[in-house]
């Protein structure tokens, strides 16, 4: 049952509100952002007619920004707030009022921003933005970052086992008779990957005999058996390539350089000319770039903007992204990657991923080129072809050689067909001094990237749930930052 914000009723003691300077960072928010918004987003979620009476989702949610805003955790948020005049006026409650269990935060989270779409809550902040006037520029810079999980990778083995025991555990605390009746690990033999293969075989068992005793099993059991199923069917797990970690399944190894790696997720970002990002998407650290764009564009047109031109570097530079941008009338100040300049992609080879920033091919399996050359023609004939080259050794060994691999074959690769209108188009555009003026403008993605990952936490995972828990915390941050940038936006002489 949902109990609505109750500062309306203001006590005696709220005449202490007055000593807030009207210049607050919290007040100049208030008065720019109606967060009603969280009320239509999370109402399906709550029983409104049944139940203990739920605390105010707005309240909760204006927590929550503070928290975001000064990088605080659920226990201090709640702490300082009991101290802050401007927090407690913020949140919306009277001086002696008393604040909720900082362990609600974390259910809120959860339970009801992350039962949603909780992009949406960007776009809303976003729509009121545009509905103030407060965006002058009609040009998008869209760019990627990344996060680390706040756990460590492991090996399949261990992701096996860890699973396995903390599928135990939560049977153990739902019903502690119950774990007779599960099947006991057993000691696992033989060369690692033939332990891998009985431990994959045990883990499966185990889930389907915790299926059978708790069919209806809700909270900590269910969410242990989802990530069971997930590392269970997991194809590439065994590869190496897939779940690297039990308690976060959904974070992978992406590269930041050609040579350096991190563990966790990878969020693409599009943001105005202007400071206000309009769209952001988390994916696990090793997906491309590209496969964001379309999803960020869809959500900025959400927004009520009009976008004229899109600032992207070389990873956004693909065939499909600029054929979207042109259907749209959208001038593309984008650096071609190579597999625009000197190929085409085409939605069924795009298993196979280009990743720029270590020039190299990803196979479906996991497995990177090791080396690339343009084969063909050399006599200016654009029908030659870009090849990249993998391991065989590792292609011999492979599960997903089917159709990808003929065993006995010495070599395998991957081939882009140039494009010679795409080539052209690119050549001349680059070349223009147009383009060379706009693309300096990125700097400013940049600039938003660091104020994301070092003033208001985006360089760690703080929360769990995997990719759900990642993207709850990448849209507070988002919307949190863009609450700071409408106070400079509408004072501008701070823009
Ligand atoms: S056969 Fe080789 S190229 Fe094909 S998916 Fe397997 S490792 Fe990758």
Redesign the pocket.
Known sequence: MLELNKQQTLSFHSELYKLIPQDHLLIRIHQLIDFSFILDFVQGHYNLFYGRRAKDPEMLFRLIFIQKLYNLSDERVIEETKVNLAYKWFVGLNPEDPLPDPSLLSLFRVHKIGAGEVENLLTEVVKQCVAKGLIKSSAVLIDATHTHSKYEASKPLQVLKQAANRLQRAVKKHNSKLLKQLPKMPEFEGEIREQEKQALAYLAHLGETVEELLPDAEGQVQSRLEETKKIVSDERLLAWKGVQSAIDPDARFGWKSATTSFFGYKESIAMTEDGIITAIKVEPGNVSDPKAFPELMKHTSETGLVVEEVLADKAYGSFTNLKLLERDGITPTIQLNEMMLYGHQDEHRDKFVYHKDSETVE???G?HSIRKAKMGPKDGNECQRLTFF?DVE??KD?P??EG??KPGAKS?TYSVPIIPEFKQKAVEYHNSEAFKQRYRMRYKIEQKNHELKNHHGLANSQYSRGLIGMRIQAVLTAIVVNAKRMVKLASPKMA
Do not use: T, V
């Open positions: 196979c479906p399996a497995q993998f590792k292609c492979c997903l050689q990808c691999y395998k």
